[in-house]
């Protein structure tokens, strides 16, 4: 087993951090120092959790300039776009603001001699393994809510992104949050198969693939410990022939290649009513073309590499899948260093395409999409849902009722209408089929976070 964990940056290939993996006297320590800290942090006031968290909060704000260098070089994110920050705050304040309703307790109607209610209570113990893609937002959909809900947080992040966790520790330790509440751990795979099936953690939370979710379930079978499981997406995206073309084009462009098309909820695949096919696929891939590849530390830089080579190869291997069987390349754009075994990748459109062909079935999670022409709603939807996957889906248009109508018979966790890529931290975050399981933010965040206990009172 590696003694230690190295980050490759994929700007340069160069080794830009190393940390030792923790060891079973760190494991144990930190865990025992969890389960000693949670008597007196159960005592204290939703509210006055809350302003831990908004200390936290203004900590990480504080150190930002620092942490979108970081995430340029840990993976690949221009630094133009100011790493999380926008996101990371608009989450933690809306969790704070909803913890104190949703984790009060609930009470039955009246009944004559008796005093009934449910109370929720914190699950011990949750252990967040976190990934490098969105590795703060990612993060915080739980490690807050968690803390809000009176719990202990144990963090685990991905590999590429080690020096995530370390922030996210030293925020909290200005935010002066009670010790032992948070631990940040470097664990091998190995390690933390072995943590996770020992029974002494309550709650995973896992977001990454869908091989890496079964591992995670094999590993906790016979624990009774609950799980929250983000897993694979092709995101998908209909746009109806009535809908606003410009904005449409503008947001889905965005949606497919923002971060190098490394979001969990980045648009794969798009469906066009045959109507607008032209105009839409036109208009995209001039857009598409903008796009500025390179050096994610230069300013004018609007497309990073990918996180890893490998990751850029996949993406190169569905392009090649596709194109022999029949798909159509429209932008072609020439960069430096876009070649098989470099990050460097540049955006590439596809028509002509089917559901036979990878890129149209398997998930991408790099800066390609395929762009499929549809007869109507009916065909929209069935390929739409002609995937193992159901993440987020968005509909394009100027009716509002019929993208309702649209978004019931779609298999997803999330309808959009007119947007795409987003999380709104008042509604809850989740997903169908292999995507996987469970739900994050909003209220109902806190329920994986908490467990019920009724109270039966009788008067005599």
């Given at each position: 087993?590696?003694?230690?964990?190295?980050?490759?940056?994929?700007?340069?290939?160069?080794?830009?951090?190393?940390?030792?993996?923790?060891?079973d006297a760190e494991i144990?320590?930190?865990?025992?120092?969890?389960?000693?800290?949670?008597?007196?942090?159960?005592?204290?006031?939703?509210?006055?959790?809350?302003?831990?968290?908004?200390?936290?909060?203004?900590?990480?704000?504080?150190?930002?300039?620092?942490?979108?260098?970081?995430?340029?070089?840990?993976?690949?994110?221009?630094?133009?776009?100011?790493?999380?920050?926008?996101?990371?705050?608009?989450?933690?304040?809306?969790?704070?603001?909803?913890?104190?309703?949703?984790?009060?307790?609930?009470?039955?109607?009246?009944?004559?001699?008796?005093?009934?209610?449910?109370?929720?209570?914190?699950?011990?113990?949750?252990?967040?393994?976190?990934?490098?893609?969105?590795?703060?937002?990612?993060?915080?959909?739980?490690?807050?809510?968690?803390?809000?809900?009176?719990?202990?947080?144990?963090?685990?992040h991905a590999a590429q992104?080690?020096?995530?966790?370390?922030?996210?520790?030293?925020?909290?330790?200005?935010?002066?949050?009670?010790?032992?509440?948070?631990?940040?751990?470097?664990?091998?795979h190995e390690q933390t198969?072995?943590?996770?099936?020992?029974?002494?953690?309550?709650?995973?939370?896992?977001?990454?693939?869908?091989?890496?979710?079964?591992?995670?379930?094999?590993?906790?079978?016979?624990?009774?410990?609950?799980?929250?499981?983000?897993?694979?997406?092709?995101?998908?995206?209909?746009?109806?022939?009535?809908?606003?073309?410009?904005?449409?084009?503008?947001?889905?462009?965005?949606?497919?290649?923002?971060?190098?098309?490394?979001?969990?909820?980045?648009?794969?695949?798009?469906?066009?009513?045959?109507?607008?096919?032209?105009?839409?696929?036109?208009?995209?891939?001039?857009?598409?073309?903008?796009?500025?590849?390179?050096?994610?530390?230069?300013?004018?830089?609007?497309?990073?590499?990918?996180?890893?080579?490998?990751?850029?190869?996949?993406?190169?291997?569905?392009?090649?899948?596709?194109?022999?069987?029949?798909?159509?390349?429209?932008?072609?754009?020439?960069?430096?260093?876009?070649?098989?075994?470099?990050?460097?990748?540049?955006?590439?459109?596809?028509?002509?395409?089917?559901?036979?062909?990878?890129?149209?079935?398997?998930?991408?999670?790099?800066?390609?999409?395929?762009?499929?022409?549809?007869?109507?709603?009916?065909?929209?939807?069935?390929?739409?849902?002609?995937?193992?996957?159901?993440?987020?889906?968005?509909?394009?248009?100027?009716?509002?009722?019929?993208?309702?109508?649209?978004?019931?018979?779609?298999?997803?966790?999330?309808?959009?209408?007119?947007?795409?890529?987003?999380?709104?931290?008042?509604?809850?975050?989740?997903?169908?089929?292999?995507?996987?399981?469970?739900?994050?933010?909003?209220?109902?965040?806190?329920?994986?976070?908490?467990?019920?206990?009724?109270?039966?009172?009788?008067?005599?």
């Amino acid at each position: 087993m590696s003694e230690s964990v190295k980050i490759i940056s994929p700007i340069d290939g160069s080794v830009y951090a190393e940390r030792p993996i923790a060891s079973d006297a760190e494991i144990g320590a930190a865990l025992s120092a969890a389960r000693a800290a949670l008597p007196e942090w159960r005592k204290v006031p939703v509210a006055e959790r809350g302003r831990y968290m908004l200390s936290f909060l203004d900590a990480l704000l504080a150190m930002n300039d620092d942490i979108a260098l970081e995430l340029a070089w840990q993976m690949g994110r221009p630094v133009r776009y100011g790493g999380e920050k926008g996101g990371v705050e608009e989450r933690i304040r809306a969790m704070v603001v909803l913890a104190e309703e949703a984790l009060k307790p609930y009470s039955p109607p009246a009944k004559d001699g008796f005093r009934r209610y449910i109370a929720r209570e914190p699950v011990g113990i949750v252990m967040v393994i976190a990934p490098w893609n969105y590795p703060y937002l990612t993060a915080i959909n739980t490690i807050v809510p968690g803390l809000l809900a009176g719990n202990a947080i144990i963090l685990k992040h991905a590999a590429q992104t080690l020096l995530v966790g370390e922030r996210i520790a030293e925020a909290f330790r200005r935010a002066r949050l009670p010790k032992g509440l948070f631990a940040n751990l470097v664990l091998s795979h190995e390690q933390t198969e072995r943590l996770i099936g020992s029974g002494k953690i309550d709650h995973i939370n896992f977001t990454g693939s869908v091989a890496g979710g079964r591992a995670i379930e094999r590993a906790t079978a016979g624990t009774f410990a609950s799980l929250g499981l983000e897993l694979g997406g092709k995101d998908p995206a209909y746009v109806r022939a009535d809908a606003k073309l410009d904005h449409a084009i503008e947001n889905l462009v965005d949606g497919a290649f923002y971060n190098s098309g490394q979001c969990c909820c980045g648009v794969e695949r798009i469906y066009v009513d045959a109507a607008v096919f032209d105009d839409f696929v036109e208009g995209y891939a001039d857009l598409t073309r903008k796009y500025v590849v390179g050096n994610p530390l230069d300013a004018s830089t609007t497309l990073g590499p990918m996180a890893r080579a490998s990751f850029a190869d996949t993406v190169r291997g569905q392009i090649a899948e596709a194109r022999r069987k029949g798909a159509t390349a429209l932008i072609n754009m020439k960069v430096d260093g876009d070649r098989a075994g470099s990050p460097y990748l540049a955006p590439e459109v596809l028509t002509n395409v089917n559901h036979q062909m990878e890129v149209m079935r398997e998930e991408s999670f790099g800066p390609v999409v395929g762009i499929m022409k549809v007869r109507d709603d009916e065909e929209a939807i069935t390929l739409m849902n002609d995937s193992p996957y159901g993440l987020t889906a968005s509909i394009w248009t100027r009716d509002t009722d019929r993208a309702a109508e649209i978004g019931a018979r779609v298999e997803t966790g999330t309808v959009y209408m007119n947007r795409c890529d987003y999380l709104d931290p008042q509604l809850t975050w989740t997903g169908v089929k292999d995507t996987g399981r469970g739900a994050a933010l909003s209220r109902y965040g806190f329920d994986a976070l908490t467990q019920p206990k009724s109270f039966h009172l009788r008067d005599v």
